[in-house]
């Protein structure tokens, strides 16, 4: 059985930082494609940020500059670190890892950015 447990979620206010991760139940995933999406109420989910193997990153625009992903292929984990967060972060935050032709996620975690 694949699993992605995520946690790290919580309320912050704005400004503040939070570190999302994400643990694998299986070491072929610290070899492949994982990031994280969002979705937040009435609205569609996006990509925030992905890392292949290798190591190598991508942002979407609104988050670059503030989030960084990084991984531990010795744990199997994938982290977000997110810092000067803001309103419009608030979302469900959820992992995704690519192996073969199957893309499996976590359950979300919900991150909520308000004073």
């Known amino acids: 059985q694949v699993q992605l447990v995520e946690s790290g979620g919580g309320l912050v206010q704005p400004g503040g930082s939070l570190r999302l991760s994400c643990a694998a139940s299986r070491s072929i995933f610290s070899l492949v494609p994982m990031g994280w999406y969002r979705q937040a109420p009435g609205k569609q989910r996006e990509l925030v940020a992905a890392?292949?193997?290798?190591?190598?990153?991508n942002y979407v625009d609104s988050v670059k500059g503030r989030f960084t992903i990084s991984r531990d292929n010795a744990k199997n984990t994938v982290h977000l670190q997110m810092n000067s967060l803001k309103p419009e972060d608030t979302a469900v935050y959820y992992c995704?890892?690519?192996?073969?032709?199957?893309?499996?996620w976590g359950q979300g975690t919900q991150v909520t950015v308000s004073s």
């Open positions: 995704y890892a690519d192996l073969s032709t199957s893309r499996y």
């Open positions: 890392i292949t193997g290798g190591g190598r990153t």
